[in-house]
Nanobody, 126 residues
Framework: QVQLVESGGGLVQAGGSLRLSCAAS????????MGWFRQAPGKEREFVAA????????YYTDSVKGRFTISRDNAKNTVHLQMNSLLPEDTAVYYC???????????????????WGQGTQVTVSS
């Protein structure tokens, strides 16, 4: 079992920055692919970014490329999402997700992730 707890959400003006964190506990953080997803009101949950267990590979959805950066600290069992140049359309509840992946593959399909956090609200005002 893996427990995930997100933090760092809040209210920010367009053009601003936020850094989300996800703390994992319960099992080893090794061989775990981590992902960030978001869900805006009335919309389906969508993939944002993913990172392999060695941090050597990352994957972003097109709308956040160049603005968001995913990173992880395996010694502290945490993953971060640095969000810069935020837009009102980035407003959503952001979720951290995890799945055991021995080959370091990355997934954008939410069904591939077995563990989820409770979410943290990000609101970007125009």
């Amino acid at each position: 079992q893996v427990q995930l707890v997100e933090s760092g959400g809040g209210l920010v003006q367009a053009g601003g920055s936020l850094r989300l964190s996800c703390a994992a506990s319960g099992r080893t953080f090794r061989r775990v692919t981590m992902g960030w997803f978001r869900q805006a009101p009335g919309k389906e949950r969508e993939f944002v970014a993913a990172i392999g267990w060695s941090s050597g590979s990352t994957y972003y959805t097109d709308s956040v490329k160049g603005r968001f950066t995913i990173s992880r600290d395996n010694a502290k069992n945490t993953v971060h999402l640095q969000m810069n140049s935020l837009l009102p359309e980035d407003t959503a509840v952001y979720y951290c997700a995890a799945t055991f992946e021995p080959y370091g593959l990355l997934y954008r399909d939410a069904r591939r992730y077995d563990y989820w956090g409770q979410g943290t609200q990000v609101t970007v005002s125009s």
